[in-house]
């Protein structure tokens, strides 16, 4: 990809500087499409153009937050965090919008858009441009289609359905044409083309030398299809919740992981360490479990600085700090067993302790999930290399790295946690990491599986096999096997935001099963208090009262402003809005 950039920046200016210009494309009069298309290298310089309007994910949320503070998963002393916890998005302004993106799109509509239009501008011209090459043609082609698709899944995601468009469109397109489809309609294509995409035989399976690093592969459409078939199945978007459509999602991640394991793909032996590097390429790496990762050359110091804990020097923001909600959905190790049943109080300060856990509340913080020490810094965690030494982590009042309850400043955790998920506490602030944001892996699959299966047709041998794959990498005992469907899918979703934590599914999970008035209207944290005698105690409390949780918080607004291009969005925009 690297070796066309420069093509790339003088492509950029193609596109004219109007409302429409994610719909549309003009050539400038200096390059045309005739131009390009004769090339070679231009060509695939086009095609890294649409790879060029993926967002950069991760922590570039807000005041470079991650996704998971916009959700129960942590809370961030954050401009935009605050806003939309405050319920103040609105058609005509979306805090989720507000990026460190450093160049790119900030406007997730405009940005899929803009990727959907820069494919069916490359498909539409792709087969007579100047590649010598028929195996290089069919897979461009592949590539671009599969980006479509990728756009298509994440717009309608975060927008509900919209128009399936698969040419360019002209200056003189007649957008009154343009009809929300259902959100069915939408999926069927997005699977059509993944499924085109997988029968491609010119499509690798594995990106296998470092020049191709971050293109599509077969394994991505793979992906795409079973996530958009999951999303399909759940309640938001399957009231009646017919059973053929959770049969479907099953099927497709069945299908999607035999044919990956059998090229290759396993889960990584190591949770933590696998957060902490770049994905390394060759036919036979040691990271079989990515599927994609979002391309980026280095990631910015900054990081370092603003994910931090206030002990270490040079440190700027604490970030995202973990929620006690998230705390207390890893299950003790031994046992296998959850903690909680679940809160006596709607402001969750009163658990209700699960006694066949084994779980002691004076020692919250002992025999967890592995996963817990490998996402979270908690009160009594040994964090490596403060000024050269091992420093014992200190929240509780008083302590180095102490809960603040007020929100004065970024330099301390309001939850009593901070985050180590992606963290290499070995590197001083200020040193780049060397971790990328794995948008798509293999666990994920499993999950899917595990639960499409379990809705489908119970916690069946099926089912079981997938979710304890995932709990078995991590050293935790199976799921029992006497589990009811009901039981399996609590469960189930409590394994997908353990083993995904802060990897940007929370925040869409609790949306497609319809969960958001009990999950977000608050998050809580731990005040631990430091005795005379070194002994803690600790006291449950509200760290942050939400308003972004009512059944219009399901889906975003359509812009006001696209209400204006496209009447039927006018006429049909999304429920509450």
């Known amino acids: 990809m690297k070796n066309i950039l420069r093509i790339f920046i003088v492509l950029s200016f193609l596109t004219a500087g109007c409302t429409k210009d994610y719909l549309n494309i003009t050539p400038d009069g200096r390059t045309t499409l005739d131009d390009i298309f004769k090339d070679e290298k231009r060509t695939e310089a086009y095609l890294n153009r649409i790879y060029g309007q ?129 959100f069915q309609d939408c999926v069927n294509f997005i699977v059509k083309e993944c499924d085109e995409v997988i029968a491609n035989n010119s499509m690798p399976i594995r990106i296998t030398t470092e020049a191709e690093r971050g293109r599509f592969t077969k394994a991505v459409a793979y992906a795409v299809k079973s996530q958009a078939l999951l999303y399909n199945a759940s309640p938001l978007w399957n009231a009646s919740n017919d059973k053929s459509k959770w049969e479907a999602a099953s099927l497709a991640a069945q299908s999607a992981i035999n044919a990956l394991t059998t090229q290759g793909y396993s889960l990584v032996d190591n949770y933590g360490d696998y957060f902490l590097s770049k994905t390394d390429i060759s036919s036979s790496p040691r990271d079989k479990e990515t599927i994609y990762e979002i391309f980026e050359g280095q990631i910015d110091p900054v990081f370092s600085i603003i994910n931090s804990i206030p002990s270490k020097p040079g440190m700027f923001k604490v970030g995202a700090t973990p929620s006690q909600e998230l705390v207390d959905s890893y299950d003790m190790q031994a046992t296998g067993e959850p903690i909680i049943k679940g809160y006596q109080d709607a402001d969750h300060t009163q658990p209700i302790f699960n006694p066949a856990a084994g779980y002691d509340p004076s020692k919250p913080y002992l025999g967890r999930d592995p996963r817990f020490y490998a996402t979270v810094w908690y009160n009594g965690a040994a964090y490596d290399n403060i000024a050269g030494n091992v420093h014992i982590m200190e929240t509780y009042v008083g302590g180095a790295d102490q809960l603040l309850k007020a929100p004065i400043g970024w330099a301390f955790t309001r939850t009593g946690y901070y985050l180590r998920k992606f963290i290499d506490p070995r590197l001083q602030s200020g040193q780049p990491e060397d971790t990328r944001w794995k948008k798509y892996r293999l666990a994920e699959l499993y999950l899917n599986l595990a639960e499409a299966e379990n809705e489908a047709n119970g916690p069946t041998t099926i089912a079981q096999n997938a979710v304890n794959k995932v709990r078995f990498r991590a050293n935790m005992p199976n799921f029992p096997t006497t589990l009811s469907q009901q039981e399996f899918q609590d469960r189930i979703r409590k394994e997908r935001r353990v083993e995904l934590a802060f990897e940007e599914h929370r925040f869409w999970d609790v949306r497609r099963w319809k969960i958001l008035d009990k999950t977000d209207k608050l998050v809580t944290g731990m005040e631990i208090t430091k005795q005379p005698n070194n002994s803690f105690t600790y006291a449950r409390f509200v760290t942050e009262r939400r308003n972004a949780w009512s059944d219009k918080f399901l889906i975003m607004p359509i812009p006001i402003k696209e209400t204006a291009i496209i009447p039927d969005f006018n006429l049909n925009q999304n429920p509450g809005w």
């Open 54 to 182: 993926m967002p950069s994910y991760f922590w570039k949320y807000g005041f470079f937050d991650f996704l998971a503070p916009f959700s129960d998963e942590a809370y961030a002393h954050s401009g935009a965090v605050m806003a939309w916890s405050a319920g103040s998005l609105n058609a005509s302004g979306n805090p989720l919008h507000t990026h460190q993106e450093r160049g790119k799109g900030v406007y997730h509509y405009g940005t899929f858009w803009a990727g959907i239009r820069d494919a069916n501008v490359f498909l539409q011209n792709i087969q007579t441009a100047n590649i010598p090459s028929a195996t290089n043609r069919e897979r461009f082609r592949a590539e671009a289609q599969l980006l479509r698709a990728f756009y298509y899944w994440e717009l309608i995601k975060e927008y509900g359905p919209m128009p399936v468009v698969t040419a360019p469109f002209t200056n003189d397109f007649d957008y009154t044409t343009l009809k929300r489809p259902s």
